[in-house]
């Protein structure tokens, strides 16, 4: 049993409604948000406040969903700026310390590029990763996602210029990868 609304069920995890009046929940992404450690890998520069917070869960264009196993929230995905005219949308995912490396961050993306493209009717999914980020890079590109440019020095982390690798997914490459996982 589930205590958030599941928006999507995946085998392990599932993606929830975060209720921007749950307090705990969003302190939670909040605590995800300023993370010393992990914040480097989502360009954390000011700190992000219980009302900034609220405003990103909230925002427009966009879907904010918690990634939950069992009944802990451990991280979450979005798909920003969607744009219903050219089909595209922007997505990210952030899991927190103790959570990576089992899969899944790879089935929080799978489900939520399935909502994309079966729900939203997007042709296109697009992300950015900062080059350092290894595992994030061959998460997304394991999934499908191939590079399309390099911002390069784009993003000041941690003392240095970092470039900023832009991928992207057509739905119809998400599909024909699907097909080969039998
Ligand atoms: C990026 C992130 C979402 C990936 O989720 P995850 O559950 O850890 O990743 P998965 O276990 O699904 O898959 C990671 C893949 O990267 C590989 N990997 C892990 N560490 C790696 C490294 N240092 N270098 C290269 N590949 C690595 C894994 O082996 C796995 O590939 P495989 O399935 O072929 O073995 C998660 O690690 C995370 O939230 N990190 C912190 C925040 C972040 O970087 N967010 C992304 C911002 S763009």
Request: net charge positive; glycine share 8%.
């Amino acid at each position: 049993m589930n205590k958030f609304k599941v928006f999507l069920a995946g085998k392990k995890i599932t993606l929830v409604v975060i209720d921007p009046a749950d307090t705990k929940a969003v302190e939670k992404v909040m605590s995800f948000r300023n993370d010393p450690k992990l914040g480097c890998f989502i360009g954390r520069n000011f700190p992000f406040t219980a009302q900034r917070t609220v405003e990103d869960i909230t925002g427009k264009d966009k879907v904010f969903l918690g990634i939950a196993l069992g009944d802990e929230i451990i991280g979450f995905i979005t798909l920003r700026r969607i744009n219903l005219i050219n089909g595209t949308g922007k997505l990210t995912v952030f899991l927190g310390e103790g959570n990576h490396r089992k899969g899944i961050g790879s089935e929080a993306v799978t489900l939520i590029l399935w909502y994309a493209f079966n729900t939203l009717n997007l042709r296109k999914v697009n992300a950015d990763v900062f080059a350092f980020n290894e595992r994030s890079l061959r998460c997304f590109e394991k999934l499908g996602f191939r590079r399309q440019g390099v911002l390069e020095k784009e993003y000041f982390v941690d003392g240095q210029y970092h470039d900023d690798i832009l991928l992207r997914i057509f739905k119809e490459e998400w599909l024909d990868y699907n097909a080969t996982l039998d």
